[in-house]
């Protein structure tokens, strides 16, 4: 197999993959609308897989690999095309998948995603948050709401990322990029220095533990606007557990922090249409005073039943966006089905 780096880089490009993925001793796979497709004609060979992570790494992080045992980066291909690298072991072998970054910040409405979005992003203060499966789209709509604020604010956006993925060209705004492991050391650490470098609008790429969670909650509650990611299904777990990461004689004060602290959340799912490519279903929660005090009280288990019936205030499950794509013919009921977090709240929108 004498294939090479860019002719399967190549191919992603061509075909519209999502992901492209080397593994020693298995062929090498992209990801086309959710599936994983096989482009070469036989397995990878370590030599190979050598040549391919001689291109791919940069000098600086062939440490980190032999130390962490995985890496991240991004890697820009020829001006074409920009990816998010993850370099890992397994059983003593080395793997990669790399993530597409799209070279274009597609706008809120170009990505059809919900008006409310433009809501969230025109507050001045407080805290928004992506949330869904990884590969599902988190960083594209947060790269969004960004893109509104640049293109329509004079405000200092600074962004602190693992690795930086969209890169933004400043137009109204100022905006600074910054990455973990080049620019800071880590993400508490930028959000420290972040009070420092006045910042209207401060984006975190994932919230991965309680030193970041807390001080993004600082700075959303000291006059600053922040965008974040996690790796949860929906609103409800999504705040139980950035509460449940505290220990818990600080969980009640967590609570009400960000009971004043948050403005939004939006769950997201990238669902396979009929013809081809992939349509976005949201869940949308907006803070409202009801909703406030639910997180007050530890009763975030009945943020959905507020969701249900807030259609009139721009609030939809997932559900019932699944339900739109169904009678829009976008999707089969079939996937709307596979994607449904509330099945029977899905049937009795069919």
């Given at each position: 197999?004498?294939?090479?780096?860019?002719?399967?880089?190549?191919?992603?490009i061509?075909r519209?993959?999502?992901?492209?993925?080397?593994?020693?001793?298995?062929a090498?796979?992209?990801?086309?609308?959710?599936?994983?497709?096989?482009?070469?004609?036989?397995?990878?060979?370590?030599?190979?897989?050598?040549?391919?992570?001689?291109e791919?790494?940069?000098?600086?992080?062939?440490?980190?690999?032999?130390e962490?045992?995985?890496?991240?980066?991004?890697?820009?291909?020829?001006?074409?095309?920009?990816?998010?690298v993850?370099?890992y072991?397994?059983?003593?072998?080395l793997?990669?998948?790399?993530?597409?970054?799209?070279?274009?910040?597609?706008?809120?409405?170009e990505?059809?995603?919900?008006?409310?979005?433009?809501?969230?992003a025109?507050?001045?203060?407080g805290m928004?948050?992506?949330?869904?499966?990884?590969?599902?789209?988190k960083?594209?709509?947060?790269?969004?709401?960004i893109?509104?604020?640049?293109?329509?604010?004079?405000?200092h956006i600074i962004?602190?990322?693992?690795?930086?993925?969209?890169?933004?060209?400043?137009?109204?705004?100022?905006?600074?990029q910054?990455?973990?492991g080049?620019?800071?050391?880590?993400?508490?650490?930028?959000?420290?220095m972040?009070?420092?470098?006045?910042p209207?609008?401060?984006?975190?790429?994932?919230?991965?533990?309680?030193?970041?969670?807390?001080?993004?909650?600082?700075?959303?509650?000291?006059?600053?606007?922040?965008?974040?990611t996690?790796?949860?299904?929906d609103?409800?777990?999504t705040i139980?557990?950035?509460i449940?990461?505290?220990?818990?004689?600080?969980?009640?004060q967590?609570?009400?922090?960000l009971a004043?602290s948050?403005?939004?959340?939006v769950?997201?799912?990238l669902?396979?249409?009929?013809?081809?490519?992939r349509?976005?279903?949201v869940?949308?929660?907006?803070?409202?005073?009801?909703?406030?005090?639910?997180?007050?009280?530890?009763?975030?288990?009945?943020?959905?039943?507020?969701?249900?019936t807030?259609g009139?205030?721009?609030?939809?499950?997932?559900?019932?966006s699944?339900?739109?794509?169904?009678?829009?013919?976008?999707?089969?009921?079939?996937t709307?089905?596979?994607?449904?977090?509330?099945?029977?709240?899905?049937?009795?929108?069919?």
């Amino acid at each position: 197999m004498a294939e090479t780096l860019k002719t399967y880089i190549e191919q992603v490009i061509e075909r519209s993959a999502s992901d492209l993925h080397f593994s020693v001793g298995q062929a090498v796979d992209i990801r086309v609308d959710d599936e994983l497709l096989t482009v070469s004609d036989g397995t990878l060979s370590e030599a190979e897989m050598d040549a391919i992570l001689k291109e791919l790494i940069p000098e600086d992080k062939q440490t980190e690999l032999k130390e962490s045992h995985s890496v991240d980066f991004s890697y820009d291909y020829e001006g074409k095309a920009r990816f998010r690298v993850n370099v890992y072991e397994y059983k003593g072998k080395l793997a990669a998948a790399l993530r597409l970054i799209p070279a274009k910040v597609m706008t809120i409405e170009e990505l059809g995603l919900p008006e409310e979005l433009r809501e969230f992003a025109s507050n001045k203060q407080g805290m928004v948050l992506a949330v869904g499966p990884a590969g599902h789209g988190k960083t594209t709509t947060i790269a969004a709401m960004i893109e509104h604020i640049n293109a329509n604010r004079a405000d200092h956006i600074i962004t602190i990322e693992d690795p930086i993925e969209y890169l933004f060209e400043p137009k109204k705004s100022m905006v600074n990029q910054r990455e973990v492991g080049e620019d800071t050391r880590s993400f508490p650490q930028a959000l420290k220095m972040a009070l420092r470098q006045d910042p209207d609008v401060v984006v975190v790429g994932e919230m991965r533990d309680l030193e970041t969670i807390q001080a993004a909650i600082t700075l959303a509650e000291t006059g600053h606007l922040i965008f974040s990611t996690l790796h949860t299904n929906d609103a409800s777990q999504t705040i139980d557990r950035m509460i449940d990461v505290f220990p818990p004689h600080q969980q009640q004060q967590v609570r009400i922090q960000l009971a004043e602290s948050l403005m939004g959340i939006v769950s997201q799912r990238l669902v396979p249409k009929i013809n081809g490519g992939r349509a976005v279903a949201v869940e949308v929660l907006k803070i409202t005073p009801a909703v406030r005090n639910l997180i007050r009280e530890g009763k975030a288990y009945q943020i959905k039943n507020v969701i249900q019936t807030s259609g009139e205030e721009g609030m939809r499950t997932l559900e019932v966006s699944l339900a739109h794509l169904v009678a829009s013919g976008e999707i089969s009921e079939e996937t709307a089905y596979a994607y449904a977090l509330d099945k029977q709240q899905l049937a009795n929108l069919l």
